[in-house]
């Protein structure tokens, strides 16, 4: 199973940054979907933004215009550029990875974005 290691969480005040990074242990090149989810306490967990192995991107409307996800196939990372962050992106960000009999998930990373 591939291992997924999320980072760049924190604490940022409203209308701020940040950029996480998903570092997978093996290749993330091929064909696959790497993808950013977000769980707020009390909520499900929710899609953010996906990026397709061509490079074609899905986001949530909540987060359109703000996000942008990324990958880096030679670093075998995937980024989510966050800005104009709101206090309501406050949540645990997982990465995931699907592709063909595989279907991982990161431990997430903790977002808290102030007022």
């Known amino acids: 199973q591939v291992q997924l290691v999320e980072s760049g969480g924190g604490l940022v005040q409203a209308g701020g940054s940040l950029r996480l990074s998903c570092a997978a242990s093996?290749?993330?090149?091929?064909?696959?979907?790497m993808g950013w989810y977000r769980q707020a306490s009390g909520k499900q967990r929710e899609l953010v933004a996906q990026i397709i192995s061509g490079g074609r991107t899905n986001y949530a409307d909540s987060v359109k215009g703000r996000f942008t996800i990324s990958r880096e196939n030679a670093r075998n990372t995937v980024y989510l550029q966050m800005n104009s962050l709101k206090p309501e992106d406050t949540a645990v960000y997982y990465c995931r990875l699907q592709r063909s009999g595989v279907d991982s998930w990161g431990k997430g990373t903790l977002v808290t974005v102030s007022s």
């Open positions: 093996e290749t993330i090149f091929g064909i696959n979907v």
